[in-house]
T-cell receptor, first 115, second 113 residues
């Protein structure tokens, strides 16, 4: 299940299940959203992105959903595998003004996939 | 080659030392970034270079001094650091500042004693 508290949110799933990782973003002006995967001892790895003029985008085994009304982003991983175990970060970017090029990362969710 | 390399992988330094972190990419990217990441926290942006010019400084203390000698290299010079500066320092690059698809290196684990 999923828990939120003083520590990073965690999500534990069985291999083969679908996973849904959620993210609330803060800046209404953000027009670009990205999901990153960070494995232990590595830098973040780009997974998928979505522009604010879209509400859904699909990649290989992953789907990102964007709900601008409630400023919510989700990452769906189909048929989750043990290799998907990592920390997942959402990030938002704003193409306007002096913040151009700046990404702001969310707090992250630890995904653990059990064989 | 879609790799960003960083050296060293680990660095231990005293508060009076001067050291440098190095980052290199050969993807032809024209934007490069330094991030700081504390344990169990998200990366926090420090600096952005666009076409070898500093475009964003997120109010980083002057004991951190970035340098972009050319379009492939990014350095972070460290001097008189504090123990609370211990963290993972990540370098990233993107096609340009329009390209939010940033490629990250593995980071340098810095410990300040």
């Amino acid at each position: 299940g999923e828990s939120v508290g003083l520590h990073l949110p965690t999500l534990s799933v069985q291999e083969g299940d679908n996973s849904i990782i959620n993210c609330a973003y803060s800046n209404s002006a953000s027009d670009y959203f990205i999901w990153y995967k960070q494995e232990s001892g590595k830098g973040p790895q780009f997974i998928i992105d979505i522009r604010s003029n879209m509400d859904k985008r699909q990649g290989q085994r992953v789907t990102v959903l964007l709900n601008k009304t409630v400023k919510h982003l989700s990452l769906q991983i189909a048929a989750t595998q043990p290799g998907d175990s990592a920390v997942y970060f959402c990030a938002e970017g704003d193409a306007g003004g002096t913040s151009y090029g700046k990404l702001t990362f969310g707090q992250g969710t630890i995904l653990t996939v059990h064989p | 080659d879609t790799e960003v390399t960083q050296t060293p992988k680990h660095l231990v330094m005293g508060m009076t030392n001067k050291k440098s972190l190095k980052c290199e990419q050969h993807m032809g990217h024209r934007a490069m970034y330094w991030y700081k990441q504390k344990a169990k926290k998200p990366p926090e942006l420090m600096f952005v270079y666009s076409y070898e010019k500093l475009s964003i400084n997120e109010s980083v203390p002057s004991r951190f001094s970035p340098e972009c000698p050319n379009s492939s290299l990014l350095n972070l010079h460290l001097h008189a650091l504090q123990p609370e500066d211990s963290a993972l320092y990540l370098c990233a690059s993107s096609h340009d500042r329009e390209g939010y698809e940033q490629y990250f290196g593995p980071g340098t684990r810095l410990t300040v004693t």
